[in-house]
C-alpha cells in the first residue's frame, strides 16, 4: 500500500501529472489519454498470455492497468509518490511500488508474463539497464510491450524542432528505432511486431486548418486504436511500438 505522499522533489512530479495530456482525466473519459490507454490494453490482452502477472514501470495514474485487472494480477511502479498514490485509488486492485525502471531488484527473476514500458525509456539515463532488467524478471515466453518517440517518423522531418518528442525536456534518451531494436535483442528478446500510431501531433502543414488536419492525419490511427489492430508502418507515426517475446533459453 502507498501511503499518503510527502512533498515532492522529482522532475516527474504533480506538475509534470496535470499538463494537458492528464489533467482532469478519469478513467471513464473518452479522451485522446482514455483511447490511448484503451489501445495498449488491447494489445495486451489479444498477444499477451491471458493470465499471470503484470508489470507496468512507469505506471503513473494506473489507467492502463485498469484495463487489465480484470484478467491478470497487476504491479505498477514509478518515481513519483503522488502518481502511485493516485494510481492506489484509481486501481485498487493493483499493487505498486515506489522503484526506477533500471532497477527493479525486489523483484525475483522471471516473475512477471508481461511487462509494459510505455512512453517510459526515453526519460531514463541508461535505457539499456531497464531493458536489462525487463528481460531478467519476464519469464520465458512473455511478452513485452514498449512504446517510445519514433526519430524515424516522417513528422520529425516536417516538424523539426518542433516535433512532438521535443518539446518534453525529460526526453533523454530519443534513440533511433534500429538502437531501440538492436538493445531489446540485445537482452534475450525477440520483437515480433514493430510499427507505430499514427499522426496525432496536428497540425502538420501550414495551410491546412488544424481541425481538418485532425480528422485527416489523425483516421488512421484512431482506427487502429479503435479496432486494437498493429497495422501503422513505422514511418507514418509518432510512436515506435515493439511488441517482443522473451526468448526460451
Partial sequence: MVEEPP??????????????AYSGVSFERYSQYW????YYGKLILKHGPGSGRVLEIGCGL???LGWLVNTYEV??????PWA??????????GKYLYLSAEDLGVFPDHVFQVVIAKHVVEHLIDPEAA????????APGGLL?????????IARSIKKSDWIGYQDPTHVSLWSPEKWLNTIRTNNLM???????????????????????????????????????????????????????????
Avoid at 512533498?7 to 494537458?20: A, G, H, P, R, V
Avoid at 510491450?145 to 517518423?153: F, G, H, K
Fill in 7 to 20: 512533498s515532492l522533489d522529482s522532475k516527474f512530479n504533480q506538475d509534470y501529472f496535470s499538463t494537458e
Fill in 35 to 38: 483511447w490511448s490507454n484503451r
Fill in 62 to 64: 494506473g489507467h492502463l
Fill in 75 to 80: 504491479y505498477g511502479t514509478d518515481i513519483n
Fill in 84 to 93: 502511485l498514490y493516485s494510481a492506489t485509488k484509481n486501481v485498487p486492485q
Fill in 131 to 138: 531493458i536489462a532488467e525487463i528481460s531478467r524478471v519476464l
Fill in 145 to 153: 510491450l514498449l512504446a517510445t518517440p519514433n526519430t524515424a517518423s
Fill in 191 to 249: 520483437p515480433t511486431k514493430v510499427y507505430s500510431d499514427g499522426f496525432w501531433d496536428a497540425p502538420y502543414l501550414p495551410w491546412l486548418p488544424t481541425s481538418v488536419q485532425k480528422v485527416l492525419f489523425g483516421a488512421p490511427g484512431g482506427f487502429q486504436a479503435m479496432i486494437g489492430w498493429s497495422i501503422i508502418p513505422l514511418r507514418l507515426g509518432e510512436s515506435l511500438i515493439v511488441l517482443a517475446e522473451k526468448n526460451e533459453r
